[in-house]
């Protein structure tokens, strides 16, 4: 039985032509040509057109790896507040239990 392709939400898919469009905008500010990135990520230069697409199946690390590269911000403005910023979700997810479980049924309170 052949699988169902999965579809992405519209915010889902702008992100990602978002994401994609400001890799292809830092690459060429930073003058480098699609075989100079793709390279330097250690993909093929298919795989950075598709990235540049903002093509939902491309590896994730691959994409942050090529933003990264052509200076595009991922999360903070400065990667120096990253580890300060992990600390900070780690405290958050401190503070919640470790998992979340859905009731079985409903607990009757109305005595």
Do not use: C, N, W
């Amino acid at each position: 039985m052949p699988q169902q392709p999965r579809t992405y939400s519209r915010v889902t898919r702008d992100v990602l032509t978002l994401l994609g469009g400001l890799i292809r905008l830092g690459r060429k500010r930073r003058k480098m040509s699609e075989a100079d990135l793709a390279a330097r990520v250690g993909i093929a230069r298919s795989t950075l057109q598709l990235i540049e697409k903002g093509h939902p199946k491309v590896e994730i690390g691959l994409v942050f790896e090529a933003a990264t590269l052509v200076g595009v911000p991922l999360f903070v403005d400065e990667p120096s507040r990253l580890t300060s910023e992990q600390s900070r979700i780690d405290d958050k997810l401190a503070l919640l239990p470790q998992s979340v479980r859905v009731p079985r049924s409903k607990v009757k309170d109305d005595f």
